[in-house]
């Protein structure tokens, strides 16, 4: 089982991979459409940089108002600024909190440890990257560590009774080919090959 340090490296290493990513779509089209249903790149792009601020705000503060989760209106020119911005502040918070700290999460409306809460964004940030890359006609699969605890934890969310409307897309099923793909299935992504 991951440690909470542990956790904050891979954490950390996803954001940095999604920098790149980000970087990436800022220099082309971001009206083209995403694996997010009715979402452009922009709007997938201002929901995770929301997120960034949303779960920086909660963890530092214990809670946050829903405002807190509005992404920007985003353009090529602050795209890339935006998001590192939120990623800095997220890192920041999780970096200070205890693991054992709590924090309200007004989507779900729930109080998690600030160990589970970055579980939650970890696989936000690992499955969004996925959406982007996707979106530019590139794959991105994290590594093994990451993979493994996305999966567990997409099993889960698919299990819940009704889903999980709003947040993930209906569930495929697991083929058991592939850990990161089925974690994709899980959490309403047809992870085709590009192109």
């Known amino acids: 089982m991951l440690t909470?340090?542990?956790?904050?490296?891979?954490h950390d290493g996803a954001l940095a991979d999604t920098s790149r990513l980000v970087e990436r779509a800022a220099d082309g089209e971001l009206g083209i459409a995403t694996p997010c249903e009715g979402w452009d790149l922009a709007d997938l792009l201002s929901h995770m940089i929301g997120q960034n601020r949303g779960f920086a705000a909660a963890v530092a503060t214990g809670?946050?108002?829903a405002e807190a989760y509005a992404g920007p209106d985003v353009t090529p020119a602050n795209a890339v600024g935006a998001w590192e911005a939120s990623a800095e502040a997220l890192r920041a918070a999780f970096s200070a909190a205890g693991e054992n700290a709590t924090a309200h999460l007004v989507e779900f409306d729930i109080d998690v440890t600030a160990a589970d809460a970055l579980s939650m964004?970890?696989?936000?940030?690992a499955v969004h990257a996925w959406d982007v890359a996707a979106t530019l006609g590139?794959?991105?699969?994290?590594?093994?560590v990451v993979t493994?605890?996305?999966l567990g934890l997409a099993r889960r969310i698919a299990s819940r009774p009704g889903g999980s409307p709003g947040v993930f897309g209906e569930p495929l099923a697991e083929r058991g080919d592939d850990g990161w793909l089925d974690a994709l299935r899980l959490l309403g992504r047809d992870p085709?090959?590009?192109g």
């Open 121 to 125: 964004h970890l696989l936000d940030t």
């Open 63 to 65: 809670d946050a108002e």
């Open 192 to 194: 085709r090959p590009v």
């Open 148 to 150: 493994q605890l996305v």
């Open 138 to 144: 590139e794959t991105y699969r994290p590594d093994d």
């Open 4 to 10: 909470y340090s542990d956790m904050r490296v891979q």
